[in-house]
């Protein structure tokens, strides 16, 4: 089925650990996002990227980073994970421009991330 | 500054109960808003747009420019509407797409 897999599903990690999360895309769509679920904060944007090889910051950048090598793919990396960094894990794609025939972002299922 | 809030956490009702999800938003501009829903543990779905004005299981919202609001209702509640529910702003210039806090909606029996 087309859409956004994101890989693994579930994680625990000690602190000061690094992993990299993986988001893959079969829509051709241009801007991929990730962005992080916490009770009471909403979806806060990590990083997100435009186009194959161009990325940029979003609201909670700190402790991430990202690289976006391949147009279907966006990966998520956390070099020295924290407790802090305990939260579900969503990556989107989108086309660049919206119309009335795209239907906004399509969400992956969501990595849960447990920081011990 | 850019801003979407939905001032409700929890919102419980009584199924055949009227529902109404509250969103206010802050944008300098023509905004493209969404209402997302996320069942328990499952991946966000976009539930509908501004543009579109459809109605999507029994929900509908409409854009009040003047009140800067995407309020969502739906006249009778269900309980598989139960569900986390986010109003999202798109930004026309950068694409991105920024969320409330989130509202639970619990329909009750």
């Known amino acids: 089925n087309a859409g956004v897999t994101q890989t693994p599903k579930f994680r625990v990690l000690k602190t000061g650990q690094s992993m990299t999360l993986l988001c893959a895309q079969d829509?051709?769509?241009?801007?991929m996002y990730w962005y992080r679920q916490d009770p009471g904060m909403g979806l806060r944007l990590i990083h997100y990227?435009?186009?194959?090889?161009?990325?940029a910051k979003g609201e909670v950048p700190d402790g991430y980073n990202v690289s976006r090598l391949k147009k279907q793919n966006f990966l998520l990396g956390l070099e020295s994970a924290a407790p802090s960094q305990t939260s579900v894990y969503f990556c989107?794609?989108?086309?660049?421009?919206?119309?009335?025939?795209?239907?906004?972002?399509?969400f992956g299922s969501g990595t849960r991330l447990t920081v011990v | 500054a850019q801003r979407v809030t939905q001032p409700e956490k929890l919102l419980s009702v009584f199924k055949g109960a009227p529902v109404e999800l509250k969103c206010n938003y802050s944008?300098?501009?023509?905004?493209?808003l969404f209402w997302y829903v996320q069942y328990s543990r499952q991946r966000l779905q976009l539930l509908l747009r501004?543009?579109s004005r459809e109605s999507i299981k029994g929900f509908t919202a409409d854009l009040n420019k003047g009140e800067t609001s995407f309020h969502l209702k739906k006249p009778f509640a269900q309980e598989e509407d139960s569900a986390m529910y986010y109003c999202?702003?798109?930004?026309?210039?950068?694409?991105?797409?920024?969320f409330g806090q989130g509202t639970t909606l619990q329909v009750k029996p």
């Open positions: 829509m051709n769509h241009e801007y």
């Open positions: 501004h543009i």
């Open positions: 990227s435009v186009g194959e090889g161009t990325t």
């Open positions: 999202a702003l798109r930004s026309s210039n950068t694409g991105k797409l920024i």
């Open positions: 944008y300098s501009g023509s905004p493209e």
């Open positions: 989107a794609s989108s086309y660049s421009r919206p119309g009335i025939f795209n239907y906004g972002y399509t």
